[in-house]
């Protein structure tokens, strides 16, 4: 189990027609908001002899150079900006960060009043791409964290756990970010085993990110089946998109034993359409031709809240 540790580190969507889960709780105050992205493969420009990360180089395949490393990271920190809406977010959470330096150049480019610390380490995944956690260290402290990983399942990205407090209130929150095995691996076993070390935490609030599969699939049955409830999801589309090709692969999911409930928004950033009126998302890449854009998946924006009353804090004179 982790040991305790200190780091130093709305945009309102009309529900589309696909909408999976309950309806929410209408009227509930004192949310709290977290975001989430796979920002589609966001490399420096330096090649990791450690990684196969050869390709974003200014002399590899895909021609990364400095001009288009920060072009993706000003798109990405604007797309974070328009899921965040007039909220400053409380929680973000992302996957496809190769290393600090590409997390720390990312949140320079950040509203400097959104006051952010950062939890990440390089994990194991061949390509050198990490899930990372940024939170709002002005009003959480972060309690515990462990980066979690199936130990017969090398070359895979790891699961970030997090327990944060907040600093006025003292309502707790904990969770995990994930980045299940990509679907050039079409076993569903994989993502199922790759979710084992989860079961060891018995009291964890939620858990979100990019699971490579559909919330109504094989893994989301599997979930229901260990106390793990879909969040109301308001997707138009998907969440990512290959060309005209949709897919449904990111979603949030609560605890069934949680004080918190939580619906997800998918944020229509870098959103093109082609000829025929077909919509896309403007990726960094498609089929190996640079476009510019930001990621081939859409911002996320979950919304958490508790019934329970909060106490009341007096103010000091």
């Known amino acids: 189990?982790?040991?305790?540790?200190?780091?130093?580190?709305?945009?309102?969507?009309?529900?589309?027609?696909?909408?999976?889960?309950?309806?929410?709780?209408?009227?509930?105050?004192?949310?709290?908001?977290?975001l989430w992205w796979n920002v589609e493969n966001a490399f420096d420009t330096l090649d990791d002899p450690q990684t196969r990360d050869e390709a974003f180089t200014p002399s590899g395949s895909k021609e990364w150079t400095s001009k288009r490393y920060y072009r993706k990271l000003r798109h990405i920190a604007k797309g974070l900006r328009t899921a965040a809406g007039s909220t400053p977010p409380d929680f973000i959470g992302l996957c496809e960060i190769e290393n600090a330096t590409v997390l720390a150049d990312l949140v320079r480019q950040l509203p400097w009043e959104w006051a952010i610390w950062t939890c990440h380490q390089d994990s194991p995944d061949a390509r050198g791409i990490d899930v990372a956690v940024l939170y709002a260290q002005d009003r959480w402290r972060l309690d515990s964290i462990d980066f979690l990983h199936a130990s017969d399942l090398s070359g895979s990205r790891d699961i970030v756990y997090t327990a944060f407090c907040h600093k006025q209130t003292g309502q707790t929150l904990s969770g995990f970010w994930v980045h299940l095995p990509s679907q050039r691996d079409p076993r569903i076993a994989q993502r199922i085993r790759a979710l084992e070390p989860i079961r060891t935490y018995p009291h964890v609030d939620f858990l979100l990110g990019d699971l490579n599969s559909h919330p109504e699939g094989l893994l989301g049955a599997n979930l229901q089946a260990y106390n793990w409830s879909c969040m109301p999801s308001h997707v138009r589309w998907g969440t990512y998109a290959f060309g005209s090709r949709w897919s449904f692969l990111d979603s949030g999911w609560r605890h069934n034993s949680s004080k918190w409930h939580g619906e997800m928004h998918a944020i229509p950033f870098g959103i093109r359409h082609y000829e025929d009126h077909t919509p896309s998302i403007q990726a960094t890449f498609y089929a190996g031709r640079y476009c510019g854009g930001a990621s081939d998946h859409l911002p996320l924006r979950f919304t958490l809240w508790t019934c329970e009353p909060l106490p009341y804090i007096y103010p000091s004179n």
């Open 1 to 34: 189990m982790p040991a305790p540790i200190e780091l130093l580190l709305a945009l309102a969507l009309t529900p589309a027609p696909f909408a999976l889960g309950q309806p929410a709780i209408a009227g509930v105050q004192d949310s709290v908001h977290l």
